[in-house]
């Protein structure tokens, strides 16, 4: 008798997602799906606005990375109004990209993930969480808490507030870098750095080494990979041009602006998220290295660009390749990407830093309304970011289409959970070490969902139904 | 002259009152205890003691950082919705250790993980944790902002319970302003 496991958190702040395991009759994996419930009516809503409300409106939709938004809304007003920042106004809107992902970055790695790596997926609940993170490492978990209240503060002193941020403005910054502040923010940028640097060398010494017998296996697919670079083919995370990439690291780059000519967007009726894929490489298939299958996030950018042009990312990117190739493929080698980009992120921010440019008191332009379309991207810490908007002669917004980094990474995320599952659960076996497991492949790709899956007591917001072929509940288990 | 240890605290650890309104505007009732932090910001003269902050859906990160902070606020505040079969614009405080267990599943529509962090900083940080809630009417499916009236009603009345119990009570211990709880984990 087939049946399936259904593993559903059961609430959170930006949604509900859920995880169905289908079992044949023989009681092994048929088939996985993760469904997100994504916000709806959102474009409907800004309908008839003013386009310049995005900025400050968009920020609400996720309360996780407000400032991915916060910024893409930003740059596609520049392009409706059709106009260019002056230096210091791109620059302290890329500082605080920079910033907000090393507070994200160590949030992810330390106490999100950090729980699955530190203590491992078979610990008892009662221990595999933050809580059981501070216990396992006190010294550390000092350090990095002192860093993201200097990453919270940082954001306070150039932009007024972290939640909900109003700093960017169409045509640039609407607040100057006094020089005093710049100074106290360089102290910052300098822990920051060391933590940055401790994090990689941390876990390359006590944390990956443990777990590359999981690494090599769990959540493995093929795919191409979808990143920002500089017209040099640096990574870059605030701006440059869009480059997808296959899975045998042939690549097509194209402005952000022309992102429909090479993105197409499918639509499955199990799922209210869209599915991306690469539309130049053939049509949409959920199927291990289809051609159009792509992932962004961390490992897609450390795996798109050509080089990094900071030296100490540079020299963890080319140790990194040299043990994975390129493009590197594991899922879970999104987390040591992710500890590359900290540290660029760090390094990027005191290269800001020490600008001139950055205290320029001209850091933004006036605009004018005009009928218009206009595309901004940036890098969030989940993914690729979009948001296109066109406008009418008043610069009221007509129409509007946004995708979020954890769209692009429905098929995967959808593809390495059916890996991980057919991998772990046989015969109709499973526990639920097998089940954090699972989580684990998810979590690598730190969706938005991945958050409020850790609860601090220690106990997963998970709940897991059996049912059989004919739809009748077997079991009930929660946590 | 500050520390750089004491510069890099942000204000909603270093402050002695933390009162934090969260909820999501988009999704009608559930912008309660944005639309309070907005009325209290604009009806009242916020005491230099007191962070006021419209967390909206950013409160997880807030109370992450506040449960590891070395840091934090003597008292925290949060104000938010809730569906607890009362009557519309019904607002009513809650014990965040009184909340059963079995109750967390549906708290609210975005609570749980809340939920549990605040009883956290309760029952292990020694912060006074109080939940000021409001029920809400029927929550929007898609996007559509604004309050219903009997929710829109009791944004005032909330607010001058809130100004009471923490405007109040910070201006009358003046003294103790930038004093915080310092607790090592």
């Known amino acids: ?479 | 002259m500050p520390t750089i240890e004491e510069d890099a605290v942000p204000d909603f650890c270093s402050k002695p009152v933390l009162i934090l309104g969260i909820g999501n505007v988009f999704f009608g009732d559930d912008g309660f205890g944005c639309a309070l932090v907005e009325y209290l910001e604009t009806h009242f003269d916020v005491p230099g003691g007191v962070c006021l902050q419209d967390a909206g859906t950013g409160v997880r990160k807030l109370l992450f950082t506040l449960c590891l902070s070395q840091v934090r606020p003597r008292r925290l505040l949060i104000v938010d919705a809730v569906d607890f079969g009362r009557e519309p614009g019904e607002w009513f405080e809650i014990d965040p250790a009184e909340i059963p267990v079995v109750k967390l599943d549906d708290f609210s529509m975005h609570q749980l993980p809340t939920s549990n962090m605040l009883r956290e900083l309760q029952q292990q940080t020694g912060v006074e944790v109080r939940v000021l809630a409001c029920q809400t009417g029927p929550l929007p499916a898609e996007v559509c902002p604004g309050l219903s009236e009997p929710v829109r009603r009791a944004v005032p009345e909330a607010a001058r319970w809130v100004a009471r119990e923490y405007f109040d009570a910070s201006r009358d211990r003046k003294g103790a302003e930038g004093r915080n709880t310092l607790v090592n984990f």
């Not at chain 1, 702040?13 to 169905?20: M, N, R």
């Not at chain 1, 941390?202 to 959540?219: C, N, R």
């Not at chain 1, 429905?410 to 959970?417: Q, T």
């Open chain 1, 1 to 479: 008798m087939g049946k399936t496991i259904v593993i559903q958190p059961v609430t959170r702040i930006e949604g509900h997602a859920k995880i169905t395991i289908q079992l044949d009759d023989t009681g092994n994996v048929n088939l996985a799906r993760v469904n997100v419930i994504e916000l709806r009516g959102f474009e409907r809503f800004c309908m008839g606005r003013p386009v310049e409300d995005m900025p400050r409106i968009t920020p609400r939709i996720c309360g996780v990375c407000p400032w991915s938004h916060h910024l893409a809304a930003a740059k596609a007003c520049d392009a409706v109004f059709g106009v260019t920042p002056p230096p210091a106004g791109a620059k302290l809107r890329e500082l605080c990209n920079s910033i907000a992902y090393m507070e994200e970055h160590i949030l992810h790695f330390y106490f999100l993930a950090g729980a699955d790596f530190l203590l491992g997926p078979d610990a008892d609940y009662s221990v595999r969480n933050v809580i059981g993170v501070l216990g396992a490492a006190p010294e550390v978990a000092r350090r990095v808490v002192r860093v993201r209240h200097m990453c919270a503060k940082m954001l306070e002193i150039i932009a007024g507030k972290a939640i909900h941020p109003q700093a960017a403005v169409p045509g640039g910054f609407s607040k100057p870098l006094a020089k005093d502040e710049r100074d106290q923010l360089r102290k910052m940028a300098d822990e920051a750095l060391e933590l940055a640097k401790f994090s990689i060398a941390f876990a390359k010494e006590s944390v990956f080494p443990k777990y590359l017998d999981v690494v090599k296996s769990l959540g493995v697919i093929t795919s191409g990979f979808i990143g920002t670079v500089k017209d040099n083919g640096a990574l870059n995370l605030y701006d440059g041009k869009l480059r997808l990439m296959a899975s045998d690291g042939s690549f097509d780059d194209f402005p952000y602006d022309r992102y429909t000519e090479f993105i197409g967007e499918h639509i499955e009726p199990w799922s209210y998220l869209k599915f991306p894929y690469a539309k130049k490489r053939g049509g949409f298939s959920l199927e291990d290295d289809a051609p159009g299958l792509y992932r962004a996030n961390t490992l897609a950018r450390i795996n798109v660009c050509d080089f990094i042009d900071t030296p100490l990312e540079q020299a963890e990117l080319e140790e990194f390749r040299r043990n994975f190739g390129r493009p590197a493929q594991l899922t879970l080698l999104y987390h040591w990407a992710r500890l590359i980009e900290l540290l660029y992120n760090a390094e990027n921010a005191i290269r800001l830093l020490d600008d001139p440019d950055i205290t320029s008191l001209e850091t933004r332009v006036k605009v004018t309304p005009r009928a218009a379309r206009g595309v901004g991207c940036t890098e969030a810490p989940r993914g690729t970011l979009i948001h296109d908007y066109e406008t009418d002669a008043d610069g009221m917004l007509t129409n509007m289409n946004l995708i979020v980094g954890t769209t692009h990474n429905n098929a995967p995320i959808n593809l390495s959970v059916t890996q991980a599952a057919k991998s772990l659960i046989h015969d109709g076996k499973y526990d639920q070490g097998v089940l954090n497991t699972v989580e684990m492949a998810i979590r690598a790709y730190d969706p938005c969902l991945s958050c409020a899956t850790h609860r601090l007591d220690g106990k997963m917001s998970v709940k897991l139904d059996i049912f059989d072929a004919q739809g009748s509940l077997l079991d009930s288990l929660a946590n």
